[in-house]
């Protein structure tokens, strides 16, 4: 199966990266449905910028150690699988930027939002649904269970 060819039903946020590489109540059920999406059980896409923007909140806003981080995210990176989007085409990037003004969200969210929409990906698995809901062709859901997050 090349991405090319791949039909994904979704596409994935940093926030389920984030969770499922750090300490937290939640670790264990993040940790379930990344093996679910690294099992091509569910066919998400995961652009590599994800594990960039994850390594970021992990060290900057959690305070998980560097190396760890770095570890743990590349890790995940070892499997040769065909749910990682390796290009940023500048033409995504230019709507991306353009998205991030008109609906006032952060760029990487409008980032993942513009690649969804090029790849016809309806789903985003998010722990950010506020703003994804703003995006008129993604529903925004959750990796977790909903009452998990309160």
Not at 45 to 71: D, E, Q
Not at 93 to 98: H, M, N
Not at 123 to 131: C, E, F, K, N, P
């Amino acid at each position: 199966m090349d991405e090319k060819e791949a039909r994904f039903e979704a596409i994935m946020d940093v926030g389920p990266i984030v969770i499922s590489n750090t300490k937290n109540p939640v670790q264990e059920e993040a940790l379930s449905f990344l093996r679910r999406v690294l099992g091509l059980d569910i066919l998400c896409l995961i652009p590599l910028s994800t594990f960039l923007g994850a390594y970021l909140v992990m060290t900057k806003y959690l305070h998980v150690n560097r190396y760890k981080a770095s570890r743990a995210l590349i890790k995940t990176l070892s499997y040769n699988l065909p749910i990682y989007y390796e290009d940023i085409p500048k033409d995504i990037v230019v709507r991306a930027l353009e998205d991030s003004a008109q609906y006032n969200v952060e760029s990487w969210d409008s980032y993942i939002a513009r690649v969804a929409k090029v790849f016809r990906i309806e789903v985003v698995y998010t722990l950010d649904v506020d703003d994804f809901r703003k995006f008129s062709w993604l529903e925004p859901k959750l990796p977790i269970k909903e009452e998990r997050v309160k």
